[in-house]
């Protein structure tokens, strides 16, 4: 993603609180997935998924999380959320984000995630109405041009023994 004046506009922030913090000194990593999954809710509101559109029955759910943790946090220090959609179909919405601390701007973790759209009544997943599938053509079309980031769609490689 742009870092600097085209950095694309935190869409989540924080800072690290006193119970997020481990025996080591650093926010647990359980955080991380809790920052991630505050920061997702507010990702999805911007193309109509929000929770008065949960309300109605339907809403995104969480299929795949795939969490990668490059830096520590620590105890106070202020981060910022960014992300973007991937790519989406009539059912499913693949999202990438990114947790930067704030004072340089750095990686600390970043979180891809597959969301399923679900009648939450019948806990099937069923299509998005055609505005929402539009809303989310459109924010991947405005980011087609951005290079797919190096991490999205890695996997853990098993290790040899095992």
């Given at each position: 993603m742009p870092t600097g004046d085209d950095a694309p506009t935190p869409h989540f922030t924080g800072r690290v609180?006193?119970?997020?913090?481990?025996?080591?000194?650093?926010?647990?990593?359980?955080?991380?997935?809790?920052?991630?999954?505050?920061?997702?809710?507010?990702?999805?509101?911007?193309?109509?998924?929000?929770?008065d559109y949960a309300a109605g029955g339907c809403s995104l759910f969480t299929a795949e999380t795939h969490l990668i943790h490059l830096r520590e946090l620590r105890l106070g220090a202020a981060f910022r959320v960014i992300g973007r959609v991937l790519g989406a179909d009539a059912r499913r919405v693949h999202i990438w984000q990114e947790l930067r601390r704030a004072d340089d701007d750095a990686v600390a973790a970043t979180c891809e995630q597959m969301l399923?759209?679900?009648?939450?009544?019948?806990?099937?997943?069923?299509?998005?109405?055609?505005?929402?599938?539009?809303?989310?053509?459109?924010?991947?079309?405005?980011?087609v041009a951005l290079p797919l980031p190096a991490a999205a769609g890695r996997a853990i490689r098993r290790l040899s023994g095992g």
């Open positions: 609180e006193p119970a997020w913090i481990d025996y080591n000194g650093h926010m647990t990593e359980s955080r991380y997935l809790a920052v991630f999954s505050r920061a997702s809710d507010v990702l999805v509101a911007r193309f109509g998924a929000g929770p399923l759209h679900v009648a939450v009544a019948e806990g099937r997943v069923c299509p998005m109405p055609a505005a929402m599938q539009a809303r989310l053509a459109a924010l991947v079309a405005a980011d």
